[in-house]
C-alpha cells in the first residue's frame, strides 16, 4: 500500500489503480485523512530549509562516512 500511496501522490499511479483508490477515499474517511496528512507532511518537508548541523555533529558525521568508505573499498 505504501508505494501504492506514493505513486498516487507522485501522479504516477496507474489510471485504473488511482480510479479505484479515489473511489475508495470518497467513502473511507480514515483513508482520506492519511493521504491528506501524507500530503500535508510532503509539502512542509519540502519547503523548509534543513537545519544546521552542531559542528562537531558535522565532524563526527564525516568521520564515520570516511570510516564506513574505507571499509568498503577494502
Known amino acids: 500500500?505504501?508505494?501504492?500511496l506514493s505513486n498516487?501522490?507522485?501522479g504516477e499511479l496507474?489510471?485504473?489503480l488511482r480510479s479505484d483508490l479515489e473511489?475508495?477515499?470518497k467513502n473511507c474517511p480514515d483513508c482520506r485523512m492519511v493521504v491528506n496528512t501524507t500530503k500535508?507532511?510532503?509539502e512542509?518537508?519540502?519547503n523548509c530549509a534543513p537545519a544546521p548541523l552542531p559542528e562537531d555533529v558535522?565532524?563526527?558525521?564525516?568521520?564515520?562516512?570516511e570510516e564506513h568508505l574505507k571499509r568498503q573499498t577494502h
Open 8 to 10: 498516487y501522490l507522485d
Open 58 to 65: 558535522r565532524t563526527r558525521l564525516h568521520r564515520a562516512l
Open 40 to 42: 500535508k507532511t510532503i
Open 44 to 46: 512542509i518537508f519540502c
Open 14 to 16: 496507474d489510471s485504473s
Open 23 to 25: 473511489l475508495h477515499l
Open 1 to 4: 500500500m505504501i508505494v501504492e
